[in-house]
């Protein structure tokens, strides 16, 4: 199975790198999307399967929305409420929903002493 992440910036890419395999592909919208971006992001992509990981702001609805037009058998992936976007999610939480997506294969989870 070959999957690709979208998520809005570096920071959000670099916080999920460090908690998935390589085998994931982890792709950046850098904030907002065009008709160009939109090309770009399909071509990287291609036939993988994808999964929609944005903030949940008005910005990062926005970018939610347009990519779910672009892809619409996209798997949602949702940060909560009131956290400081995926880049200011605790790491417990990414991978509970990272779980709730299926991905718990490629999960790189911490070390159990390191678990409060």
Known sequence: MSIAIIVEGKNDKSRLRRLLSDQIMIVCTYGTLNTEK???????IGDRDVYLFTDNDPSGKRIRAM????YPDAEQIYTRRGYAGVEGTPDEYIIQQLEKAGL?????????????
């Open 38 to 44: 939109l090309e770009r992001l399909k071509k990287e």
């Open 67 to 70: 990519l779910r037009d672009t």
């Open 104 to 116: 718990d294969e490629f999960i790189l989870y911490p070390p159990s002493d390191l678990v409060p």
